[in-house]
């Protein structure tokens, strides 16, 4: 597993489709934070904190993670290697968590940079480091975590079909219904037991929770469950192929 793991991360980085998506995502973020003039420009905002990167970025991976998983499987189904792939001693399963974690490798090595944001907005800070810490790494594990969670829906996709223009826009989809779409379905329900419900089901309320720098097991819960049953629906996509 572990081979295939290294493998399709060299992949990413053997090409130019890693550097792209690093690339892009962090000269978004800086554009909006750093240059352009507006509500979400930090230096316009007057006060050190880094809340808009975190407002930002769920939408930027929107686009830039189904980019990068619609051809994990797509693209070997419409190559015709998928079959060799599957003679390989590893379990579907196995194959699955191969293709995701190098998929999360690429979304942790786009995060890292940001970083200097955090330095950055820690020095300009009056006095420098008045920034509240806690909930910038509550933000960060949740955005890593959201991250993950895209990169789950995305394989899951990229499963489906052999064409990767479908998988890109089946994985935008999800990713947008998981992370806004349950939001909005709460919001037309009346208060309730059944409304906070389904507000629970999105990835909104928890990433917005451990942004406030608690990490509760409740939310680490939520995202690690939804990465496992994509993860096994996945493999369930895999062995339809048997059917």
Known sequence: MWAL?????????GSITGYVVIGVYLLINSCILWLLPGSFNVLDGGYAALDNLFIISPWVFMFL????TMRVFADEKKAGTM?????????????????????LVLVVFSVLPTLIY?????????PPGNIDSGGTFGSYI????????????????????ENQIVAFLLAMF??????????????????????LFVLGLGINEHYNSLSRGVIDSRDLLYFFSLIVIFALATRLALQSRKW
């Open 142 to 161: 949740g955005l890593v975590l959201l991250g993950g969670s895209y990169v789950a829906l995305g394989v899951f996709s990229s499963a489906l079909t």
């Open 83 to 103: 079959e060799l792939l599957l003679t390989r001693p590893i379990t579907d399963l196995q194959i699955v968590l191969a293709k995701y974690l190098a998929g």
């Open 174 to 195: 999800l990713c947008f219904f998981f992370y806004f779409g349950f939001d909005q379905i709460a919001e037309l329900m009346p208060v309730s037991a059944l409304n």
């Open 5 to 13: 793991t290294l493998k399709e991360i060299r992949s990413f980085f």
């Open 118 to 126: 955090y330095f950055s907005v820690y020095q300009l800070g009056n």
């Open 65 to 68: 993670i189904p980019a990068i």
